[in-house]
């Protein structure tokens, strides 16, 4: 009952900046795969292309995206969130506009890249980046509720968007995103007025990383750590954007209705939302080295439960342990790096994690769509899946040890 407490305390004492995180990871998700991909019936037919032809052109964008962020995410560092947010969310209404009345499939390739860029990339990033800099002894939990706007999106937007393409004709849909978009600025303006250090976060507003000390990014890029970590994280988006992508396709082979389907969406996203709180308050507690080697292991088991699905209802059950491990990608990515590198360069630093966590959500609907072309059906491509997180999860425990000595030594 006390952690409860002190848990509705804490919000209640950090409402306005927690709230400033969950409206950018809320937003994001007008440039996540699992919005975009509701539309891909549509946008195929409008555009003559194929599941491979699809793939190719939502690859070609997100990995340009990659690329840029890269560079864009560093403007995190130098730009307070109350400017740069007002600017990226902007952009991002713009990017929905481009979807609505854009007619060209080269301007398609380029509206995917501006709401791969300023949705997923700049706005989750943002979110990430000034949550991590205003907490650092409850990062962990202010990490989890800022979430609570990606969770809510996810449960929301996919549902109301498959029913109102019934209801009318999808690009209207696109320019309602955009207008919502447009709506939510002046608030999160409002929220920033008075941009400080929160409550409930450490004196100074920096935490030191191995060695005590803070890195730069070009120091964390030479180390190890990074290079073992970032792969094994982007595998996440990689194959959960080649599964959210492909949602229409797996319906259709599997002889659902793809209503229906998206229905049972709602179970993981709750099962997220329990599990993002779980994580949240773990890492606080026992420190994100010992949670990373085995958040990813239940979507290797969901993978395999949705190869041998018979029914919805077990599939059902697939999208369950997804949402137990997106508790996890939620939380740990956002707390790794500020945790072994420090928080004086984690915007540059976090940038390139974002930018290979982008690629590889470009990497996995365009590889998986090519396989679909050449015969391999998406249900026996999640087998192969399944095995990547446990390879990974391995991976991941040498480094972390290793930087744990550090990491104690320095405290």
């Not at 989890?144 to 849909?173: C, Q």
């Not at 229409?248 to 998206?262: D, P, S, T």
């Amino acid at each position: 009952m006390n952690s409860f407490a002190s848990y509705f305390r804490f919000i209640r004492e950090n409402a306005p900046f927690l709230g400033v995180g969950a409206i950018l990871s809320f937003l994001s998700s007008f440039g996540q795969t699992f919005l975009i991909a509701v539309f891909a019936g549509e946008i195929r037919e409008e555009y003559g292309l194929s599941n491979g032809d699809w793939g190719l052109i939502y690859m070609i964008a997100t990995m340009t995206s990659a690329g840029v962020m890269i560079y864009a995410g560093g403007l995190t560092d130098r730009f307070r969130v109350r400017s740069l947010g007002v600017v990226v969310l902007t952009l991002l209404a713009l990017s929905c506009l481009g979807m609505a009345f854009n007619t060209h499939v080269l301007g398609l390739v380029f509206v995917i890249f501006c709401l791969r860029l300023f949705g997923q990339g700049m706005s989750s990033t943002i979110s990430i980046v000034a949550i991590s800099r205003w907490f650092i002894a409850t990062r962990g939990r202010a990490l989890a509720v800022s979430t609570l706007g990606f969770i809510l999106a996810e449960a929301a937007l996919p549902l109301s968007s498959v029913w109102l393409k019934s209801h009318m004709e999808w690009r209207k849909i696109w320019v309602g995103f955009a207008v919502f978009i447009l709506l939510m600025i002046p608030l999160l303006w409002r929220l920033l007025k008075l941009e400080r250090t929160p409550q409930s976060s450490a004196k100074s507003d920096t935490a030191v990383g191995m060695d005590g000390r803070h890195w730069t990014r070009a120091e964390a890029l030479r180390h190890p750590l990074f290079w073992t970590l970032a792969p094994a994280m982007a595998l996440f988006p990689m194959l959960a954007t080649a599964f959210w992508f492909h949602q229409v396709h797996f319906a259709e082979i599997k002889g659902w209705e793809h209503l229906k389907f998206v229905a049972v969406f709602p179970l993981g996203t709750f099962t997220f939302m329990g599990s993002t709180f779980l994580f949240g308050w773990a890492v606080d507690k026992f420190g994100v080295g010992r949670l990373l080697p085995i958040y990813l292991l239940p979507y290797s088991v969901a993978f395999i439960v949705h190869a041998f699905a018979p029914t919805i209802a077990w599939s059902a059950l697939g999208v369950i342990l997804m949402g137990l491990a997106g508790g996890g990608q939620s939380t740990l990515p956002g707390s790794v790096w500020s945790t072994y590198f420090g928080t004086a360069h984690i915007g540059s630093i976090k940038s390139a994690a974002v930018a290979l966590m982008v690629l590889g959500s470009a990497i996995g609907p365009g590889l998986s769509g090519w396989l679909i072309d050449l015969g391999f059906e998406f249900d026996t491509q999640l087998l192969f899946y399944s095995a990547t997180f446990v390879i990974a999860s391995l991976a991941m425990v040498p480094a972390i040890k290793k930087a744990q000595t550090r990491l104690s030594a320095s405290a």
